[in-house]
């Protein structure tokens, strides 16, 4: 089925440790982004690019990496997991010329718990 | 800057209420504008949304108008069911080429039998 797919869906890390968390799409959008998702402060804007080989930082940028090597692809990588960043990440793409029109599409999230 | 206020939750209802759950926003120029459901373990859907002042976005009997005088988008559904119980997103984008999708914290409606 065509959507934006995100493994794993659950994680445990222990403080210190790294991991990637993975997000591809196969419906061409050239919008990606990712989402952390905590109780009471809605979502927010991690980090997003508007297109392969271009990212920048979202609100909340400190602690996490990316990278855009291809269209359907958006790793997020946590360097050194911190409590602070147990979150359930979501995911999201969108079309040309962006979610204005269309709105994002959401993957399933990663419930990520830090310890 | 740019943000979205909505209103707290939970919102407790029974079967076949009136719902509204306020939203305002915050923002230069003209933001689109989006409602997002959250249904319980599961990833956000679009539910609604609306592109410039005075439109109505609609969907599954939710609706919402976007006022630009007001600067309010709220949701609205005229007779609630037990399958509406989710988590509310009011959100909006802005940007231009960036294309930054902008939350509120949400709202919680649970709808009782």
């Known amino acids: 089925n065509a959507g934006v797919t995100q493994t794993p869906k659950f994680q445990v890390l222990k403080t210190g440790q790294s991991m990637t968390l993975q997000c591809a799409q196969d419906?061409?959008?050239?919008?990606m982004s990712w989402y952390r998702q905590d109780p009471g402060m809605g979502l927010r804007l991690i980090h997003y690019?508007?297109?392969?080989?271009?990212?920048d930082q979202g609100e909340v940028p400190n602690g996490y990496n990316v990278s855009r090597s291809t269209t359907e692809d958006f790793p997020l990588r946590l360097l050194s997991a911190a409590p602070s960043q147990t979150s359930v990440y979501f995911c999201?793409?969108?079309?040309?010329?962006?979610?204005?029109?269309?709105?994002?599409?959401f993957g399933s999230g990663t419930r990520l718990t830090v310890v | 800057g740019n943000s979205v206020t909505q209103m707290e939750g939970p919102v407790t209802l029974s079967e076949e209420a009136f719902l509204t759950i306020n939203c305002t926003y915050t923002a230069t120029g003209y933001p689109s504008l989006f409602w997002y459901v959250q249904y319980p373990g599961e990833g956000l859907q679009l539910l609604l949304k609306?592109?410039?002042?005075?439109d109505k976005g609609s969907n599954k009997g939710f609706e919402a108008t976007y006022r630009k005088e007001t600067t309010s988008f709220h949701l609205e559904k005229g007779s609630v069911q037990v399958s509406d119980s989710a988590v509310y997103f009011c959100a909006l984008v802005y940007g231009g080429a960036t294309n930054k999708l902008i939350f509120g914290t949400g709202t919680l409606l649970a709808v009782q039998p």
């Open positions: 690019s508007v297109g392969a080989g271009i990212t």
């Open positions: 419906m061409n959008h050239e919008y």
């Open positions: 999201a793409s969108s079309p040309p010329p962006g979610g204005a029109e269309y709105g994002y599409t």
């Open positions: 609306a592109t410039k002042a005075d």
